[in-house]
């Protein structure tokens, strides 16, 4: 893409897991703002980081491209997405916001974003604080033990209303 190149020009190319990370934070952070507001809202959103870098990069003749950067930072709208998305999520969902400051924030870290590993642990965290918050125990039917850990963790099965408008398209 014409803003993938410019920024390439800016940065040296470097394929890592951190940037693996990154992609899945951008993942998380589309799927938060559409369990907010829908697929109308991730249009909006799409198109607020898309005017956002087009200033960045003036020049750019690029469509139906939605960054998260700048070339070297996230992009304000994101940021300021996230914070903002609290008072539109359901009071239901004790997850989505936890996801979003306590996962997403570092996995769009320009430097030293967590590992896998790391990020797991703190999936549990959530899931944990969703738990209590719901008063949903675990089930032993559903204990799962991950091959080469001694941790045994529980996955209830979610119970969750199906969503009410289609997935967007990629």
């Not at 951008?26 to 959103?45: H, P, R």
Request: aromatic share 6%; net charge neutral.
């Amino acid at each position: 893409s014409v803003i993938q190149t410019e920024i390439s020009q800016h940065l040296p190319l470097r394929t890592t897991s951190s940037a693996d990370i990154w992609s899945l934070g951008c993942v998380y952070s589309e799927a938060a703002i559409w369990i907010a507001d829908g697929y109308t809202g991730l249009e909006e959103y799409r198109l607020q980081r898309q005017l956002e870098a087009n200033s960045a990069f003036p020049l750019s003749k690029a469509q139906n491209i939605f960054p998260f950067h700048d070339g070297t930072e996230v992009l304000r709208c994101v940021l300021d997405a996230h914070t903002d998305i609290e008072d539109r999520l359901r009071r239901s969902d004790s997850i989505t916001k936890n996801v979003l400051d306590m996962m997403v924030q570092e996995m769009l870290w320009e430097e030293e974003r967590p590992g896998g590993k790391a990020l797991l642990r703190k999936a549990d965290i959530v899931l944990m604080k969703a738990r209590q918050k719901s008063g949903v125990r675990p089930n032993n039917a559903s204990e799962m033990v991950r091959s080469g850990s001694r941790q045994r963790r529980e996955y209830p099965p979610p119970q969750l209303p199906s969503p009410t408008q289609p997935l967007p398209p990629l």
